[in-house]
């Protein structure tokens, strides 16, 4: 898809993204935090998961996503995804703004990040993430920049964020495999976790009760809809309705009523028609590139 110019528009959607329907617990804060803002949310369902592909590949897909959204008008560009966001970040901010779209691009890592460091009182951090996020040092960087002092405990959970995608009730070999990924966060005795995938908000309590509850549990969706404000009073792109509720609506890559069906559990609001798009196809590398 062309890229389009970026004109800006205070009444236009903010586009969010993930590569499933793990992003709906950031829409969900979002549509909270900011309830007259109109949004358009896509999963790219169709190649869930991120978590093990190249940093390549996500730079092609979160580039073709964000030409999908700039198309149907978004004023800023929300990466709901922690694997997008600590591979390709960067490089969308960069291409969005060299094809002249001007739209502000925000990401989960530097939030979240932020907020973990404010919110332990020892020092020890945890980090749950998917094996992309974790190979990245992200929020290694992002953590330590923000404090040298932390001491940063990773963990890649390469199965966690599936068992959240399917939507099936979850088993006693889903809470065997929580508890190994728990077990060096348990053992580093960190007091805050981030939970550096969109998708694991769906087993927190499980989570919270493998932790502990002196264990303080940092999701993406307060933090990131606290920076969208601030970037769209920055720009003066808050939209000018002021009584009632702004709209919603949804784009996937896969399945659209297997993505309505998981993904109203997620939002916890109605979800309504869920559309299907092709994004386009091509080599990563050479995407990537372009």
């Known amino acids: 898809m062309a890229p389009v110019p970026f004109a800006p528009d205070n009444t236009a959607p903010?586009?969010?993204f993930d590569s499933g329907v793990g992003g709906l617990t950031v829409l969900h804060e979002l549509l909270v935090a900011l309830p007259q803002e109109d949004f358009l949310y896509l999963g790219d369902s169709a190649r869930f998961p991120y978590g093990d592909r190249t940093p390549d590949e996500l730079r092609a897909f979160s580039r073709q996503i964000a030409d999908a959204l700039l198309a149907r008008g978004a004023k800023l560009i929300v990466v709901a995804c922690n694997s997008a966001t600590s591979s390709a970040l960067d490089d969308l901010v960069a291409y969005v703004a060299e094809h002249g779209h001007g739209a502000d691009v925000i990401g989960v890592v530097g939030p979240e990040s932020n907020l973990?460091?404010?919110?332990?009182?020892?020092?020890?951090?945890?980090?749950?993430?998917?094996p992309a996020t974790i190979?990245?040092?992200?929020?290694?960087?992002?953590?330590?920049?923000?404090?040298?002092l932390v001491r940063?405990?990773?963990?890649?959970?390469?199965?966690?964020?599936?068992?959240?995608?399917?939507?099936?009730?979850?088993?006693?070999?889903?809470?065997?495999?929580?508890?190994?990924?728990?077990?060096?966060?348990?053992?580093?005795?960190?007091?805050?976790?981030?939970?550096?995938?969109?998708?694991?908000?769906?087993?927190?309590?499980l989570l919270q009760r493998l932790l502990g509850p002196q264990v303080t549990l940092i999701t993406s969706g307060t933090a990131i809809a606290r920076r969208v404000q601030h970037a769209l009073e920055a720009r003066d792109l808050t939209t000018p309705r002021r009584t009632g509720e702004?709209?919603?609506?949804?784009?996937?890559?896969?399945?659209?009523?297997?993505?309505?069906?998981?993904?109203?559990?997620?939002?916890?609001?109605?979800?309504g028609a869920v559309d299907q798009i092709e994004l386009a196809a091509g080599d990563a590398s050479t995407l990537a590139a372009g």
């Open 14 to 16: 903010i586009g969010v």
């Open 116 to 130: 973990a460091v404010a919110q332990t009182r020892s020092g020890r951090i945890g980090v749950l993430a998917t």
């Open 135 to 148: 190979a990245s040092g992200a929020y290694e960087r992002a953590v330590l920049t923000v404090d040298p």
């Open 152 to 205: 940063l405990t990773s963990v890649a959970c390469p199965q966690l964020a599936r068992i959240s995608q399917d939507g099936a009730p979850i088993t006693e070999a889903d809470v065997e495999l929580a508890r190994a990924y728990c077990t060096p966060l348990r053992e580093a005795q960190v007091d805050t976790a981030i939970l550096g995938c969109t998708h694991y908000p769906f087993v927190r309590s």
């Open 246 to 271: 702004g709209r919603y609506s949804f784009l996937c890559t896969g399945d659209a009523a297997a993505f309505a069906a998981v993904g109203s559990r997620f939002l916890q609001l109605p979800m």
